[in-house]
């Protein structure tokens, strides 16, 4: 009988669902995390995420082939629909017929993950351009909202050019944030996060990007359709260039509360 795996949406949870596959002799239909239980006729089996069983698959896939283990760990990052199946299903092919199933692009098994994989490397290569950071006394911030968790490969890219930065972008998709700081980062769960109003300055330096942008247009050239082939619709909302003009409006400055009033209390008549 079908069965559906229920796990923690982790990767080393993903891989002991593999190895509890064999411990149990069974294919699993489907695979749910938490945020994606839905009803159905098919038994459940909660899978606990054991770092041991993980480990043991883990070196079992890098001892048929390193490539393989690449890509089994960017296909978990991807936002290809059922990816766990797509996953388990070349784990499985893979350990009977061994390395030469990479050399077969057009395998059912195989070509599912290398488009889903190839999806999440050009995402990532757009990104390392797209993102758009503010100043906040000293900590930069920015959003993103991609299709695919693309936060693990984003970070070698930022954090080593910006290795004396404080910085944090934040993944409104997934709900997630890269955090760094000088020789330390971290990718944390955050349910959600709102960028404060920008500073005088920092409004000031987000209009003259605008202007830049505005401005290096060759308006004889303008080709609305060419730009959205290079610079996706889905992407703006989170780029400077793009926003409203609340965006640009600086917060308000604090009014200070006025001093008390000799022999009385503030604003009070003596």
Sequence with gaps: ????????????GFLSCVFDSYVYREEPARFWDQDRREPTLFPVREIPTVPAHAERVRMGLGRISPEALWLVIRGFL???????VILFRFIRRLMVQGRPLLRQL?????????????????????????????????LLAGEIRPKNRVLPLLRPHFCDRMYNETFLLYDRAHREALVHRPGQWAILPMESFRMAAPSQEEAQYRRLW?????????????NPKLRRTHMPLRYWETM???????YFRPAAPEVPEPAPLPGGG???EP
């Excluded at 009988?1 to 080393?12: H, I, K, N, P, Q």
């Excluded at 098994?109 to 050009?122: F, I, M, N, S, Y």
């Excluded at 400077?240 to 609340?246: A, K, M, P």
């Design 1 to 12: 009988m079908e069965t559906v795996y229920l796990y923690d949406g982790s990767f080393d």
């Design 78 to 84: 991807t936002c290809a629909p059922d990816r766990e």
């Design 106 to 138: 057009t395998d059912d098994t195989v070509l599912p993950l290398r488009k889903a994989v190839r999806h999440l490397e050009g995402e990532v290569h757009l990104l390392k351009g797209f993102v758009r950071f503010s100043d906040f006394e000293g």
């Design 210 to 222: 605008k202007r830049f942008y505005d401005t290096v247009e060759i308006r004889e050239r303008h």
């Design 240 to 246: 400077t260039e793009f926003q409203g003009e609340d």
């Design 266 to 268: 503030a604003g009070e």
